[in-house]
């Protein structure tokens, strides 16, 4: 059985989603099997890891179907689950997936607009809970920079959020961008990604402990 079903969601574009379930999985594999699985129409993760020149590392599954199903038995096969959701609050595979997950985390950029757009974030995490009362959810700052006062005042901003925000975060760094041009994630660049290999190391410590 999957120690943890992860989520990524957010109903805005651009946050970081892709990028946060990718490389979270990534990262997750190292530590036990892992399975990444495409839930967005768009197919984002799905052309990122398909761009990679050597063999896959993570195996990829495009949700269809039945979703509740087949995030069932991808559960009994594996010990983390990771899916890249589609940008909505609504709809039959949302639902499916929210009612599997253990774990739904929100990835928000510094931006008031971003903030104001993870509003619905709370409302869609209320009403999963409906059905799936253990359903945990968490806030991850992403893009941030810490000589930013933007970025500063983003924490303060969120604590007025019903929902917890990750004390780790994604730091706004190249190497995020050169990982998806060259289909790998950030522990496939060596070196070059030391500083944002630690920004998701720090993260799947804190979520591993809740």
Not at 21 to 36: D, E, I, K, Q
Not at 69 to 78: E, F, G, M, S
Not at 114 to 138: C, E, F, I, Y
Request: with cysteine; proline share 6%; net charge neutral.
């Amino acid at each position: 059985m999957a120690d943890r079903i992860i989520a990524i969601i957010n109903q805005k574009g651009g946050t970081g989603k892709t990028t946060l379930a990718l490389n979270l999985a990534a990262g997750l594999v190292l530590r036990g099997s892992t399975h990444l699985v495409d839930a967005d129409p768009q197919r984002s993760v799905s052309q990122w890891v398909g761009m990679g020149a050597g063999p896959a590392v993570l195996p990829l599954a495009v949700l269809g179907g039945d979703p509740v199903a087949t995030l069932a038995k991808l559960a009994r096969n594996h010990r983390y689950v990771v899916v890249d959701c589609p940008p909505a609050v609504q709809g039959p595979v949302i639902d499916a997936v929210m009612a599997s997950a253990n774990l739904v985390l929100i990835p928000v950029l510094p931006s008031p607009l971003d903030l104001w757009a993870s509003v619905d974030m709370g409302a869609l995490v209320s009403r999963a809970r409906q059905k799936n009362p253990a359903l945990q959810a968490r806030l991850v700052l992403n893009q941030m920079e810490t000589r930013n006062t933007l970025s500063r005042a983003m924490r303060e901003a969120v604590a007025a959020f019903d929902m917890p925000v990750l004390d780790a975060d994604m730091q706004r760094r190249a190497a995020y961008r050169s990982a998806a041009v060259e289909g790998t994630s950030v522990y496939g660049l060596g070196k070059r990604a030391q500083t944002a290999v630690a920004d998701i190391e720090a993260i799947i410590e804190e979520v591993l402990c809740l």
